[in-house]
């Protein structure tokens, strides 16, 4: 069973936006932090943004002011609006519970920014 499915990624040009999403398979992780990773090629995961149970966000400083975490219990689900994107931000993104638990990885969706 896939315990969080990832959504939204897709191509955008410098300064653009995207939005992805994340859908967990159980109510339960209503009561968790959930968090957005990312894994650029070549190197480890990261954490950027952590969403508390009430739905306070936390961001890394290279994603302040630029991304939006939120979530949305009704839906089960985690959001990441990703604004002003730069070409750093290339990466797969990921969603899991903070902190994260190697059996819940999904697969991940890919975000783009290039020209």
């Known amino acids: 069973q896939v315990e969080f499915a990832e959504s939204g990624g897709g191509l955008a040009q410098p300064g653009g936006s995207l939005f992805l999403s994340c859908k967990a398979s159980?109510?339960?992780?209503?009561?968790?932090?959930l968090g957005w990773y990312r894994q650029i090629s070549g190197e480890q995961r990261e954490l950027v943004a952590i969403v508390d149970r009430d739905g306070h966000p936390t961001y890394i400083d290279s994603v302040k002011g630029r991304f939006t975490a939120s979530r949305d219990h009704s839906r089960d689900s985690v959001y990441l609006q990703m604004n002003n994107l730069k070409p750093e931000d290339t990466a797969v993104y990921y969603c899991?519970?903070?902190?994260?638990?190697?059996?819940?990885w999904g697969q991940g969706t890919q975000v783009t920014v290039s020209s």
């Open positions: 899991n519970v903070v902190p994260s638990m190697d059996d819940y």
């Open positions: 159980r109510s339960f992780w209503s009561l968790y932090a």
